[in-house]
């Protein structure tokens, strides 16, 4: 780089690629663009699947837009970014993560042809926040207030997530299963789906077979098969701690001098053992689940006592197990108490296809479920977990702010018409960003339509026809092309769903904007220590 007085003037390390101006923008919004194309034919109920394969050979077959993006390798920074913004989508709402990356790649696809038109890349970005702002108010103004107590219509809200991934056949009950499961474990409106409810899959059985637990089921099975197998009217204690006997440390020095002196020393750690058996079975406690190791001594006595037992549990499951039976987790067995027990009208050791585990059920009022799946394969499996997962989410959305809008691509129709109605009365260059703010949310009812094989101007010139005679619920049909009463028809989603995705679409779109310099630097090897491979060593660039 030339300096004032003619020498060169380094700047930037020997080495390291740089992109500026309009070519650093043009490659940013095609890194974008790239993102979004691979999750375009996911969307809808007639969305197509994507076959992700691991390095390691591991197969998932899927259509989530959140899995697919968190499956792909990406390098790029900027699709990087893009990837980051869907992540935060999915970590506000849970759902909407594939409609807030298509809505992204529009803007920037649109933005990118008012760049080639010589405007500003701060005009577009003020243009488009000024849109997404009115965008709110649009989805605010459409959205219906319903109840926890509605079940039928959260029900439908569950049904609406889970079209498109291959159990429509059994939609019906597995939404009822949803609703049931959220609704057990709110607090205050709030549903922490990860931590109340868990979903344990099992291969084997078909999807009908699936069912819904109040209370807990564990991967686990008895420890002694002379503990009992089922318990009724269990007294869980929960133990995080240990019932063996304890390893002496390698500086540990023990003198004895005779036969029974050994045989004093271990009948006195069975001794030991013996008495926190007896400490559990004092309090009332009938089931035993432990955190740690239950040695063979241990699992003797408390076969003795008639007490069910099994160990090393998660700590996820052990939390789980607190708020289902009511129980609390104690660290000294010696000073547990008849207060600190869990109470479930059964325990019971079951064998569920060629799995043991351990069923916790009729909990009083518990705060954490299972829902268990059965179906031919993990594959299969892992796709309907996911999709049960996004209409645990939706519901807990709905649960917690009480609105929703019609589906089908009629928020975004509508937020269209209203946006472009309010392009007309700008008068600066930043109109005609907000107009292409327009056209790039009418981009989902169009690939709604492409991906179930629909003449997508036909159906959007329906749709605008619709909604310009105050049809404001009109959606794609996605069976007939026809514009459709999406109300009518039961195909609703959470108002915060929608307002989230056009707030991270813009956030993305508006972050690439914004950068017109890209500095690369050089992947340099380092060298290795001696006796180390020089393969393994590269310096990343940023």
């Given at each position: 780089?030339?300096?004032?007085?003619?020498?060169?003037?380094?700047?930037?390390?020997?080495?390291?690629?740089?992109?500026?101006?309009?070519?650093?923008?043009?490659?940013?919004?095609?890194?974008?663009?790239?993102?979004?194309?691979?999750?375009?034919?996911?969307?809808?109920?007639?969305?197509?699947?994507?076959?992700?394969?691991?390095?390691?050979?591991?197969?998932?077959?899927?259509?989530?837009?959140?899995?697919?993006?968190?499956?792909?390798?990406?390098?790029?920074?900027?699709?990087?970014?893009?990837?980051?913004?869907?992540?935060?989508?999915?970590?506000?709402?849970?759902?909407?993560?594939?409609?807030?990356?298509?809505?992204?790649?529009?803007?920037?696809?649109?933005?990118?042809?008012?760049?080639?038109?010589?405007?500003?890349?701060?005009?577009?970005?003020?243009?488009?926040?000024?849109?997404?702002?009115?965008?709110?108010?649009?989805?605010?103004?459409?959205?219906?207030?319903?109840?926890?107590?509605?079940?039928?219509?959260?029900?439908?809200?569950?049904?609406?997530?889970?079209?498109?991934?291959?159990?429509?056949v059994l939609k019906d009950e597995l939404s009822r299963i949803c609703v049931d499961?959220?609704?057990?474990?709110?607090?205050?409106?709030?549903?922490?789906?990860?931590?109340?409810?868990?979903?344990?899959?099992?291969?084997?059985?078909?999807?009908?077979?699936?069912?819904?637990?109040?209370?807990?089921?564990?991967?686990?099975?008895?420890?002694?098969?002379?503990?009992?197998?089922?318990?009724?009217?269990?007294?869980?204690?929960?133990?995080?701690?240990?019932?063996?006997?304890?390893?002496?440390?390698?500086?540990?020095?023990?003198?004895?001098?005779?036969?029974?002196?050994?045989?004093?020393?271990?009948?006195?750690?069975?001794?030991?053992?013996?008495?926190?058996?007896?400490?559990?079975?004092?309090?009332?406690?009938?089931?035993?689940?432990?955190?740690?190791?239950?040695?063979?001594?241990?699992?003797?006595?408390?076969?003795?006592?008639?007490?069910?037992?099994?160990?090393?549990?998660?700590?996820?499951?052990?939390?789980?197990?607190?708020?289902?039976?009511?129980?609390?987790?104690?660290?000294?067995?010696?000073?547990?108490?008849?207060?600190?027990?869990?109470?479930?009208?059964?325990?019971?050791?079951?064998?569920?296809?060629?799995?043991?585990?351990?069923?916790?059920?009729?909990?009083?009022?518990?705060?954490?479920?299972?829902?268990?799946?059965?179906?031919?394969?993990?594959?299969?499996?892992?796709?309907?977990?996911?999709?049960?997962?996004?209409?645990?989410?939706?519901?807990?959305?709905?649960?917690?702010?009480?609105?929703?809008?019609?589906?089908?691509?009629?928020?975004?129709?509508?937020?269209?018409?209203?946006?472009?109605?309010?392009?007309?009365?700008?008068?600066?260059?930043?109109?005609?960003?907000?107009?292409?703010?327009?056209?790039?949310?009418?981009?989902?009812?169009?690939?709604?339509?492409?991906?179930?094989?629909?003449?997508?101007?036909?159906?959007?010139?329906?749709?605008?026809?619709?909604?310009?005679?105050?049809?404001?619920?009109?959606?794609?049909?996605?069976?007939?092309?026809?514009?459709?009463?999406?109300?009518?028809?039961?195909?609703?989603?959470?108002?915060?769903?929608?307002?989230?995705?056009?707030?991270?679409?813009?956030?993305?779109?508006?972050?690439?904007?914004?950068?017109?310099?890209?500095?690369?630097?050089?992947?340099?090897?380092?060298?290795?220590?001696?006796?180390?491979?020089?393969?393994?060593?590269?310096?990343?660039?940023?």
């Amino acid at each position: 780089m030339a300096g004032l007085s003619g020498y060169p003037v380094i700047v930037v390390k020997e080495g390291q690629k740089r992109e500026a101006g309009k070519d650093a923008q043009h490659k940013n919004i095609m890194a974008a663009r790239a993102v979004a194309d691979a999750v375009r034919t996911t969307l809808g109920p007639k969305g197509m699947d994507k076959m992700l394969v691991s390095n390691t050979g591991d197969v998932t077959v899927t259509n989530d837009g959140a899995t697919i993006l968190w499956e792909l390798e990406i390098e790029h920074p900027v699709a990087k970014m893009i990837v980051e913004v869907a992540r935060a989508q999915d970590d506000e709402v849970g759902d909407g993560t594939t409609t807030a990356v298509i809505i992204a790649g529009e803007l920037l696809k649109k933005a990118e042809a008012l760049l080639d038109r010589g405007i500003h890349p701060t005009i577009i970005v003020q243009g488009y926040r000024q849109a997404a702002v009115r965008a709110k108010e649009v989805l605010e103004n459409m959205a219906m207030d319903i109840s926890s107590e509605d079940r039928e219509m959260l029900a439908k809200i569950a049904q609406t997530a889970m079209t498109g991934k291959g159990i429509e056949v059994l939609k019906d009950e597995l939404s009822r299963i949803c609703v049931d499961a959220a609704i057990a474990v709110q607090e205050q409106g709030k549903v922490d789906v990860e931590r109340r409810i868990k979903m344990v899959k099992i291969v084997g059985g078909s999807l009908k077979d699936t069912t819904f637990n109040q209370g807990v089921v564990l991967e686990k099975e008895r420890l002694n098969p002379s503990m009992p197998r089922k318990v009724k009217g269990a007294q869980i204690a929960l133990f995080d701690g240990t019932l063996e006997l304890k390893k002496l440390g390698t500086d540990a020095k023990i003198s004895i001098k005779d036969v029974e002196g050994l045989q004093g020393f271990r009948q006195g750690e069975e001794k030991v053992l013996e008495e926190q058996v007896e400490a559990i079975a004092s309090s009332g406690a009938n089931v035993l689940f432990c955190t740690k190791g239950i040695g063979n001594t241990a699992s003797h006595f408390l076969a003795k006592s008639g007490i069910l037992a099994t160990r090393r549990i998660k700590d996820e499951d052990m939390k789980r197990l607190s708020l289902a039976t009511g129980g609390k987790v104690v660290g000294d067995i010696m000073q547990i108490t008849a207060q600190d027990l869990g109470q479930a009208e059964l325990v019971e050791e079951r064998k569920v296809g060629e799995e043991h585990m351990i069923f916790v059920e009729g909990c009083l009022n518990p705060k954490a479920v299972s829902i268990i799946f059965h179906g031919g394969s993990e594959v299969f499996l892992g796709e309907i977990e996911r999709a049960f997962e996004d209409a645990l989410y939706v519901v807990s959305s709905v649960l917690e702010f009480g609105t929703i809008v019609p589906g089908g691509g009629a928020p975004e129709v509508e937020v269209a018409e209203a946006i472009r109605n309010y392009s007309s009365t700008l008068s600066g260059r930043e109109q005609l960003a907000v107009s292409a703010f327009a056209e790039a949310m009418e981009s989902i009812p169009r690939i709604l339509a492409d991906n179930a094989g629909l003449d997508a101007i036909n159906v959007l010139v329906g749709l605008r026809t619709a909604h310009g005679g105050g049809q404001r619920s009109a959606g794609v049909d996605v069976m007939t092309g026809e514009p459709t009463d999406m109300l009518a028809k039961g195909v609703v989603e959470p108002l915060q769903v929608k307002v989230q995705a056009i707030k991270s679409a813009t956030e993305a779109a508006t972050m690439v904007l914004r950068v017109d310099h890209v500095i690369a630097a050089k992947k340099e090897p380092l060298t290795p220590k001696p006796g180390q491979s020089p393969h393994d060593y590269t310096r990343p660039g940023f």
